[in-house]
């Protein structure tokens, strides 16, 4: 009775897209495998998966999706787990004293809902104050794309981003949004196909009311080519 209980919390919590914490949930022994161990646990499981489902896969069409959805899984759209991925922390000594917002607008967020396993698809705002330091523009991409690359909840990524930030760039002063489509609950479900999911973080002085105006105005300009 206990167990059924708690089977229908957890499913009701994956349903609602409630995430438990800031942190990716890994187990101690993540890494244990290499990637082609896990690749071939994965093809076994792909494939168990679509016999049960009735498919055949002796059909030319079906035969090598297992493999195939193996090495995406483990080499691409999970390869945010693997810490050895993560962008390399170069920064640079902010020479030209710009003491302004930095803001990088627009980058495409490619993630995968961790209650569904099915495509979070958006835009991240990502912005910073320098207090000595800055990084690459790209490195703040590459960020976005390393956190997106792993089972996700919106929040937790948004979070993970500006803290990792935080980290590489020696300041609080730090903030990200996300406008963000969720697969799951456009094509199943309530089947909303407008709504997306804005979520933020705001570290030090974008916790300001001005500060984060100025960040939110920046957002909004239409950038034309
Ligand atoms: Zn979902």
Redesign the pocket.
């Known amino acids: 009775m206990k167990i059924e209980r708690e089977i229908e919390d957890f499913d009701s919590l994956g349903e609602n ?1 409630v995430g438990t914490s800031s942190e990716t949930p890994l187990r101690a022994d993540a890494f244990k495998l290499t990637k082609e161990e896990k690749i071939d646990i994965i093809k076994d499981d792909v494939r168990h998966i679509m016999e049960t489902l009735g498919l055949d896969l002796t059909d030319d069409s079906l035969q090598g999706t297992p493999n195939r959805v193996a090495k995406m899984f483990v080499k691409e759209i999970f390869g945010g787990l693997d810490p050895e991925n993560k962008p390399s922390a170069s920064t640079f000594e902010n020479k030209y004293k710009y003491g302004e917002m930095l803001v990088e607008k627009n980058i495409t967020v490619y993630s995968t ?1 961790e ?2 396993l ?1 495509p979070i698809v958006g835009k991240a705002h990502v912005a910073y104050i320098s207090n000595g330091t800055v990084v690459g523009l790209s490195k703040m991409n590459r960020i976005v794309d390393y956190f997106s690359k792993r089972p996700q909840v919106q929040e937790r990524l948004t979070i993970q981003i500006v803290e990792e930030l935080q980290k590489v760039l020696n300041t609080k002063d730090v903030a990200c949004v996300i406008d963000a489509k ?1 697969l ?2 456009n094509s199943r479900g309530i089947r909303d196909t407008e709504s997306s999911t804005v979520t933020s973080e705001f570290g030090g002085k974008f916790k300001s009311k001005k500060t984060r105006r100025e960040f939110l105005d920046y957002i909004k300009l239409d950038t034309q080519f």
């Open positions: 897209h809902c209650h569904h099915l969720h799951c609950v």
